[in-house]
Nanobody
């Protein structure tokens, strides 16, 4: 059974940094492209970042470029999202997602992902 468990969400002040983790089990992690999505209250889930199986290809939403970094450690079956220069508009539940993929593929649409975690809350105060 595939499980994705996010952690690291908390209440932060604007300008701070935070790293989210997503621990994966029940799958061959290195065979899956991974993504981070977020959903703010009253809004639809939106793409934040994606990474290919090996980590060689990455994509970031325009809203987080220059502030967020996505990475993965295939030896630890873990996905990360490093979030710097946090803004109040980054407040959301952050979800990690996984999809079986070929070597350089990555995906930016939520509908393309097969597995999802339960989410972790990030709140940024001004």
């Amino acid at each position: 059974q595939v499980q994705l468990v996010e952690s690291g969400g908390t209440l932060m002040q604007a300008g701070g940094s935070l790293r989210l983790s997503c621990a994966a089990s029940g799958l061959t992690f290195s065979s899956y492209a991974m993504g981070w999505f977020r959903q703010a209250p009253g809004k639809e889930r939106e793409f934040a970042a994606a990474i290919s199986r090996s980590g060689g290809t990455r994509s970031l939403a325009d809203s987080v470029k220059g502030r967020f970094t996505i990475s993965r450690d295939n030896a630890k079956n873990t996905l990360y999202l490093q979030m710097n220069s946090l803004k109040p508009e980054d407040t959301a539940v952050y979800y990690c997602a996984a999809v079986l993929a070929s070597a350089r593929q990555l995906f930016t649409a939520a509908s393309q992902y097969a597995y999802w975690g339960q989410g972790t809350q990030v709140t940024v105060s001004s």
